[in-house]
């Protein structure tokens, strides 16, 4: 019989394999920490108009054109959405006349489109530049906040 504390994927080389594993994704994803304490309640918050965003928008000198900023870049998404989802469901009816084919397309292009359009958007209003997520998660909290004053 064999000691298999000495073989080679003993439980402690699997376990810090394992731990290094979770922690390179962990990091990779850290930014679901920061929406969890949002998605993750008993209450879930209210829906928000455009008229709460742009109360935002004016009242945080700092994280407002950012918000702004990121969401002038969901235009250029949507529109490369449906020139991606368009151009190519008209490419694959038009060559191969099958429905399930332009399908496909449609949702391929749409997702692809999008992805590009929201390339465009973070070159052409540089949202390299700015923190977006940090933005984004201020808006919750105040969006939580004021609901909270207000029940």
Not at 12 to 41: A, I, M, P, Q
Not at 90 to 109: K, N, P, T, V
Not at 130 to 138: E, I, M, P, S, V
Request: charged share 20%; proline share 4%; net charge neutral.
């Amino acid at each position: 019989m064999t000691d298999s504390s000495s073989s080679p994927l003993s439980k402690s080389f699997v376990s810090e394999h394992w731990e290094g594993y979770k922690d390179f994704w962990c990091e990779r994803f850290s930014f679901l920490t920061n929406y969890s304490k949002f998605v993750k309640r008993d209450k879930p918050l209210p829906p928000w108009s455009d008229s709460d965003v742009e109360a935002f928008i004016a009242l945080d000198p700092v994280h407002g054109p950012a918000l702004k900023t990121a969401r002038e870049a969901v235009k250029f998404g949507l529109a490369g959405s449906v020139i991606g989802a368009v151009s190519t469901a008209g490419f694959a009816w038009r060559y191969s006349r099958s429905l399930h084919g332009a399908g496909l397309s449609l949702l391929a292009g749409g997702v692809f489109g999008w992805t590009y359009g929201q390339e465009v958007a973070n070159h052409w209003l540089q949202l390299y530049r700015l923190d977006t997520l940090a933005a984004q998660t201020k808006f919750l909290e105040w969006w939580q906040e004021k609901n909270e004053r207000s029940s």
